[in-house]
């Protein structure tokens, strides 16, 4: 792959949640997920979910679920919100990742060194941070949800923050967006890859 610009007129498209929007505060949508992926372990407990995150906040209230953070997989931050959280990731959380990588990523952009790091960590079935030294996360939800394998004894939830958005035809309140990553997501996902620009 090369290295992909998103155009102008698909920024507001993209601004729109990939999956399902969970709203509310900090603390409620963590509770909600972590009470659907209960009840999803519940109802079947052969099938593995796997967790990915990604933007500081979602990842720091993710680790912060004593839960939660046992299905964790990758995580990507980019250190640009709340210090205090970031220093946390940093040093409370070491033990959980098998590794830690620096990445840069443009912002409005997806590097082409994403894509051999995500098919490395993904076949080694490694528990990663990926820090974005410069630039940012944002659109590394596109290559991530691309590389996913999908499988039937594997569920994978891809998990990122929604800002809010009161300039669209319907406003759309800030939360955590839920993929639960299928053929029609990546399907989608493929759309989006097709329209961006190489640079």
Given at each position: ?199
């Amino acid at each position: 792959m090369k290295n992909l610009k998103l155009p102008l007129d698909l920024r507001k498209e993209l601004a729109k949640p990939l999956g399902k929007l969970i709203f509310g505060n900090r603390v409620n949508t963590i509770n909600e997920i972590a009470a659907f992926l209960k009840k999803e372990i519940d109802a079947n407990n052969a099938v593995d979910r796997r967790l990915y995150c990604v933007g500081d906040i979602v990842t720091y209230d993710f680790l912060n679920d004593s839960f939660l953070r046992n299905y964790i997989k990758i995580c990507f931050v980019d250190e640009k919100t709340k210090r205090q959280e970031q220093e946390e990731i940093k040093f409370s959380f070491t033990e959980i990742f098998d590794k830690f990588i620096e990445l840069k990523n443009p912002a409005g952009t997806i590097s082409s060194e994403i894509w051999p790091i995500l098919e490395y960590i993904l076949n080694e079935n490694l528990k990663v941070l990926i820090t974005i030294v410069e630039g940012e996360e944002d659109l590394l939800v596109i290559p991530l949800i691309s590389e996913l394998s999908l499988k039937p004894n594997i569920k994978h939830y891809v998990f990122y923050g929604q800002p809010p958005i009161t300039d669209a035809e319907k406003s759309i309140p800030e939360g955590i967006v839920m993929v639960e990553v299928n053929e029609k997501i990546k399907e989608r996902v493929s759309e989006i890859i097709e329209l961006m620009d190489e640079y």
